[in-house]
């Protein structure tokens, strides 16, 4: 199961920033496994790989101290990772030609998350690793994945 975080110590270049950070499992259910999968379509910078919002992105909504976050991708970028998009029918409410990925939820600090960045930080970790432990190892780069690309219209 996915795992939502809201936390500081993060962002190595601006470590007193919250940033918003997902936990996904590499072997985990279908959209776990193709989530932890964007790092291969992102483009590598900076100490992470970077989603494109023409490719994917995170859509965040939170009600009260309840954060959800939902992962988008368009079907193009989901067959270049090798996910089938059929396996995800339904689609983001931001961009309906999107299929969303994953979904996950958790109680935050709304006071924290109103200072974080609108980016989201997806991290592969297997079942059982504290977020700590998953920062501290040498393989810690995150999918940044931007918000949903603005309406043009």
Do not use: C
């Amino acid at each position: 199961m996915a795992r939502l975080y809201v936390r500081n110590g993060i962002n190595p270049d601006d470590p007193d920033a919250p940033v918003v950070a997902l936990l996904v499992d590499p072997d985990g259910p279908p959209g776990e496994r193709a989530v932890a999968k964007l790092s291969w379509y992102g483009h590598e910078g900076d100490g992470a790989f970077f989603l494109l919002p023409t490719d994917g992105w995170a859509e965040h909504a939170l009600d009260g101290d309840r954060l959800t976050v939902a992962v988008a991708a368009y079907p193009f970028t989901l067959e270049q990772i090798g996910a089938d998009p059929a396996a995800f029918p339904e689609r983001s409410p931001a961009v309906p030609e999107a299929a969303l990925v994953l979904r996950a939820s958790a109680a935050v600090d709304p006071g924290l998350y109103a200072r974080a960045d609108a980016a989201t930080a997806v991290f592969n970790a297997r079942p059982g690793l504290a977020l700590e432990q998953v920062l501290a190892g040498e393989d810690a780069w995150p999918v940044v994945l931007a918000p949903p690309p603005a309406d043009e219209g």
